[in-house]
C-alpha cells in the first residue's frame, strides 16, 4: 500500500456488490488531493474520513465533553483522578465506526472509548443513480460483505523457520466499492474508497498524535524507537473491515506491536486468522442483558452472514435490558457508546493486549487495570450524564457467542 494516500491514483474500476452490475467510474475535479475528495457539509461527512483535528481545540488538554464543563462556575479544584476523562494512555491507535456512521460519528466514538478523536469513517459514500432517500444502511450493508470478500487477496505465508510472510494483492485492493441496489425506477450505487485507501487513511489516522509525530519524525513510517510501540485499534460494526486493512498497512509500515479489538465486528474467518498469523491479537465482543444469554439480532447477523458463524469471544454483560427510542429497530444493543460496561471493556482490552495478557479476561486483572488506570472505568456514554462503570468482568462470560 502507498505510504501517502494525497499521492495515491484514484482507482479507475470498482468492485460491485450487486452481480452483473458495473458502474462507470465518475472521476473527481483535477488536482483534488485523495484526502479531500468527497468532502461536505463543512467537512463532518465525507467519502474518505482521515482523521482531522477539530476545527476548535478546546482550551483544556481533556476531552471536548469533558464534564470538567460542571466545574465553570466554581473557581479552584479540578476532579480527583478517579473522575477526571479518561484519555488513552497509547500514543498511536484509531476508532473504526460501522454503517451509516460519518466523520463526525467517528470521532465521537474515539472520544468517548479513548478520550481522542482518532476516528475514522469507511462507510459515507457518494451516491450516483437512483437515489434511496429513507437510509443508506442498505448500501453499506453489501460493502462490507464485498470489503470481507476483497480480504482473501491479503495472503500470509509461513517460511521454514515459521515465520509469518504477508503478499497482498495491491492491484485488487486498489478497486473502489460499488454497492448496487435495484429501484423502480432504476439501479442506484453508492461508492466507496477502495481497501488501499481504507488502509491507508486508518494507517494515517493512527499515527497522527503529535507524540506519535514527533517519534516518527513526520515519516509515517516505523523506526527503532517506534516498531514495538503498542498501537490499538478499536473496530465497531462494519469498521471491522477498516480495522483489518488498517491493521495490515501498519505491518506493512514496520510496526509489529498491533491488536484489533472490537464490538460486534464484521470480519471473516479468513481476515482474522490473517491477523493472527501476523502476530496481531484479534478480540470481538459482543453483549446481552443480564440473565438473557442471546446477543441482539444485529450481532448475530454479522455472526452469522459476514463473520461465517465465526463465534464471538467475550459476551457483555450490558445490565438492565435496554430499549429503543422511536424507529430504533431493536439496534440500541449493537451500539457501544450508550453502554459504559462495554466502553470499559473496550479499554480493558487494550490494557490486556498492551501487557502481553490477551485473553486474560478475569477481576484480578480487572483490579490491576483500575490500578494503572484509576479513571479506567470513568464513562460519559450517550445522552447521560459521566459515570464508573461497573466492572464489565462481573455477569461477563468467556469462550464463544
Known sequence: MADNPVQQVRPQQYVTATPGTQPAYVPPAANTPAWQQGWADGGDRCVMAPYRPPAVQPASPFSVRSPLGMYADQPVQLPGPRDRPFVSPYAGGATFTGITNGAADARQMADTINGNRRGVALYE?????????????????????????????????????????????????????????????????????????????????????????????????????????????????????????????????????????????????????????????????????????????????????????????????????????????????????NNERVVTALRFQQYLDANGQHGDFNPAMYRQFLQDNPNGDFVWPDNRMPVHSQSPVSGTTTGGF
Request: hydrophobic letters at 30%; charged letters at 15%; aromatic letters at 8%.
Open 125 to 337: 459514500g457518494t451516491n450516483f443513480g437512483v437515489p434511496v432517500p429513507f437510509s443508506d444502511a442498505p448500501y453499506d450493508a453489501g460493502a462490507v460483505q464485498t470489503f470481507a470478500n476483497m480480504g482473501n487477496n491479503v495472503q500470509v505465508t509461513m517460511d521454514e523457520n515459521g515465520q509469518p510472510h504477508l503478499n497482498v494483492d495491491q492491484r485488487a485492493l486498489s478497486s473502489g466499492v460499488a454497492s448496487g441496489i435495484p429501484t423502480l425506477l432504476g439501479p442506484s450505487f453508492e461508492f466507496y474508497q477502495s481497501p488501499m485507501q481504507i488502509g491507508n487513511a486508518g494507517a494515517d489516522a493512527a499515527l497522527s498524535s503529535p507524540e506519535m509525530q514527533r517519534l516518527l519524525g513526520g515519516q509515517n513510517q516505523a523506526n527503532d524507537s517506534t516498531r514495538d510501540m503498542f498501537i490499538p485499534l478499536t473496530g465497531h460494526s462494519g469498521g471491522g473491515q477498516s480495522s483489518f486493512y488498517s491493521a495490515i498497512e501498519l505491518y506493512q509500515r514496520g510496526f509489529r506491536n498491533l491488536s484489533v479489538t472490537g464490538y460486534e465486528m464484521a470480519m471473516s474467518p479468513h481476515q482474522r486468522e490473517v491477523l493472527e498469523q501476523l502476530g496481531i491479537p484479534v478480540t470481538n465482543m459482543t453483549g446481552h442483558n443480564g440473565d438473557d444469554p442471546n446477543s441482539g439480532w444485529v450481532g448475530n447477523l454479522i455472526r452469522d452472514q459476514v463473520n461465517g458463524g465465526m463465534p464471538y469471544d467475550i459476551s457483555i454483560d450490558r445490565g438492565p435490558v435496554e430499549q429503543d427510542g422511536a424507529g430504533g429497530m431493536g439496534t440500541f444493543s449493537h451500539s457501544v457508546t
